[in-house]
């Protein structure tokens, strides 16, 4: 209620003050309607959306960017008619960007009654605020002559938009705290089991393929025993940084125990899936850990499995993964090991060849 009161008691006295503004009252409560819609949004998108219909209503101005610095994360919302190219020049220079910085950029929702015609950044404004250790930088293009009031009020729409936004970054970061693992930055059991469900409602429903494949670091209590819990924490971190470099972005992968770990495969057949762990175990084969002069190296053995259509069950998926990478353990580590066909190296595809198990 802060805010509203902010908005009642400033808002109203700089509408009065507009020069050629006709109905106050009928402004004043447009804006409180739309500060009060940004704040109940649950995503930035529609925070976003909503702000930028709310300028575009109130004062005539259009969102150009929002730009949200959170540490070294730079990510960058801009309206499909600014032009990336043009924006990205003027967001290069204001934050001192070199050629290594890469922004996360993404779009503004076109909104209804948009001009759909490319705009020139010629008269652009720009507004920065800072709240909760994020810094906020708007970009906004006037669309008729400004005064000052136009300035205050757009001040007044960007700080609900920034307090909205960072509430919702914090809604966020609390959530994930309690599904992502601290050490890795995978997800924790319990919502790769969560995430599991869902995905095999959706395949089910979709008629799609799904693969699933588990890996465990071989002999890794060697690691520990040797270099200590520090350095094995930091294997665990790099190995788990190259398997989420490997996968897709829509693949889900969790650190299922200490050092075992469990990927789910939407839309993907177990072909594919041998594939990716194949080459995921040859990339963790080569990863050396530097820790303290130490430089450490690991194997990783995989059991691979796809949704059967006769057993769509979590649990079955899961045993049938968890068989397969014990068969790979049992067979002398390093390798891979399907649920339904095992790799056999030929001349015409050294890498994946399928045999059915008798």
Known sequence: MTLLRKVSHTASSLFYTI?????????HEKLSHYIVNINQKKSLPKILEQ??????????????????????????????????SSISKIITKDFCLTDKDQPNYEYINSYPGAPQKRMIM???????????????????????????????????IFQSACIAISTRILINNLSNAAVIDPLTG???????E??????ISGAIRHKHDLSVFMF????????????????GDDVLKNIASIVQSGIRKGDILARYGGEEFIA???????????????????????????????????????????????????????????????KAKVKGRNMIMPG???????????????????
């Open 122 to 156: 010629n008269n652009l404004f720009s507004h920065e605020i800072y709240r909760e250790k994020i810094f906020f930088k708007i970009y906004t293009l006037p669309g008729r002559k400004r005064y000052i009031q136009h300035t205050e009020i757009s001040k007044l």
């Open 340 to 358: 339904l066909f095992k790799i056999v190296a030929s001349e015409s595809n050294p890498l994946l060849t399928k045999s059915k198990i008798s």
């Open 51 to 84: 702000t930028a219909l709310c300028l575009n209503e109130i004062i005539k101005d259009r969102l150009v960017a929002v730009v949200i610095k959170k540490g070294h994360q730079l990510d960058v919302w801009i309206d499909p008619m600014a032009g990336k």
């Open 186 to 192: 995978c997800y924790n059991r319990r919502e790769f």
């Open 264 to 326: 789910i495969l939407p839309e993907t057949g177990k072909k594919k899936a041998l594939e990716l762990a194949e080459r995921l175990r040859i990339q963790i084969s080569k990863k050396v850990t530097q820790y303290n002069g130490h430089q450490i190296k690991v194997t990783a053995s995989f059991g691979v499995t796809q949704m059967d259509p006769r057993f769509k069950d979590m649990k079955h998926i899961i045993q049938n993964a968890d068989d397969m990478l014990y």
């Open 216 to 231: 465990d670091l071989d002999h890794f209590k060697h690691v520990n025993d040797q270099y200590g819990h520090l350095a």
């Open 194 to 199: 969560n995430q599991l469900k869902r995905s």
């Open 19 to 27: 020069p050629g503004s006709s109905d106050t009252k009928a402004d």
